[in-house]
Nanobody
Framework: VQLQASGGGLVQAGGSLRLSCAASGRTVSNYAMGWFRQAPGKEREFVASINWSGLNTYYADSVKGQGRFTISKDNAKNTVYLQMNSLKPEDTAAYYC??????????????WGQGTLVTVSS
């Protein structure tokens, strides 16, 4: 499966962005999907995951509060989304989508898209 992430950009603190991850080659309904991020000089970290049916989601503690981030998938469009609200400067990173098994470990995901850069200014 090939994954194409988009939607990154520059936003002020407190603003919102929606990232999209379009899949081709295989349907996302066959996979759990995840979003990860990597800030400069830091390791890639888990952000959110959604299972194959879309009925279960899991978030990193850093994005879970007050519904800041929401992961969703549209199987008909073969696309996964990450709605990001109340953005903070510490959310600045390259964001990657991935397909694989449900969970927070990078090793659970076999397919990765290219990153889309999110920059949050203070």
């Amino acid at each position: 499966v090939q994954l194409q992430a988009s939607g990154g950009g520059l936003v002020q603190a407190g603003g919102s962005l929606r990232l999209s991850c379009a899949a081709s080659g295989r349907t996302v309904s066959n996979y759990a999907m995840g979003w990860f991020r990597q800030a400069p000089g830091k390791e890639r970290e888990f952000v959110a995951s959604i299972n194959w049916s879309g009925l279960n989601t899991y978030y990193a503690d850093s994005v879970k509060g007050q519904g800041r981030f929401t992961i969703s998938k549209d199987n008909a469009k073969n696309t996964v989304y990450l709605q990001m609200n109340s953005l903070k400067p510490e959310d600045t990173a390259a964001y990657y989508c991935a397909a694989g098994n449900y969970g927070s470990n990078l090793k659970q995901y076999a397919y990765w898209g290219q990153g889309t850069l999110v920059t949050v200014s203070s």
